[in-house]
């Protein structure tokens, strides 16, 4: 299986499908994953809760990496989730990930994604948030 191939099947199989056991499948045991939240690395016991909880969001979801680039150990693609929300809404998130992999396993992962823009379309924050922010409005 290429790099690619691997990280899709990790997206199907816990993402979508739910199996957390499978994470240890994907990860060495050792495994850092870096962009979840702000100055934080985490590993697979992490990965298994931060996938529990965006999946109570969502009622079925998709994903596409596209396009991905491999070099030697390496693995860079830009990735886009969209699925359901319970409520019936449709919502996206979009992000990139670096992988390093050892075998068939990733050993570190950088991750950058739009949690800000998902949680606006899930409700978590007000629309058009980041404008608010920005010019230092507060809604009504």
């Given at each position: 299986?290429?790099?690619?191939?691997?990280?899709?099947?990790?997206?199907?199989?816990?993402?979508?499908?739910?199996?957390l056991s499978a994470v240890d499948d994907f990860f060495t045991a050792?495994?850092?994953?870096?962009?979840?939240?702000?100055?934080?690395?985490?590993?697979?016991?992490?990965?298994?809760?931060?996938?529990?909880?965006?999946?109570?969001?969502?009622?079925?979801?998709?994903?596409?990496?596209?396009?991905?680039?491999?070099?030697?150990?390496?693995?860079?693609?830009?990735?886009?989730?969209?699925?359901?929300?319970?409520?019936?809404?449709?919502?996206?998130?979009?992000?990139?990930?670096?992988?390093?992999?050892?075998?068939?396993?990733?050993?570190?992962?950088?991750?950058?994604?739009?949690?800000?823009?998902?949680?606006?379309?899930?409700g978590l924050l007000p629309e058009d948030a980041m404008a608010m922010?920005?010019?230092?409005?507060?809604?009504?």
């Amino acid at each position: 299986m290429t790099k690619s191939e691997i990280l899709q099947a990790f997206y199907e199989r816990v993402w979508l499908k739910g199996d957390l056991s499978a994470v240890d499948d994907f990860f060495t045991a050792e495994a850092a994953a870096a962009g979840f939240m702000a100055n934080d690395v985490v590993g697979a016991t992490d990965i298994k809760t931060l996938v529990e909880a965006f999946r109570g969001f969502l009622e079925d979801g998709s994903f596409e990496l596209s396009p991905t680039m491999e070099k030697d150990d390496w693995l860079a693609t830009v990735i886009t989730l969209k699925g359901t929300t319970q409520t019936g809404q449709n919502v996206k998130l979009q992000g990139q990930i670096m992988a390093r992999f050892e075998g068939d396993k990733i050993a570190e992962a950088f991750n950058q994604f739009d949690y800000f823009a998902f949680f606006e379309q899930v409700g978590l924050l007000p629309e058009d948030a980041m404008a608010m922010f920005l010019t230092g409005t507060i809604a009504a």
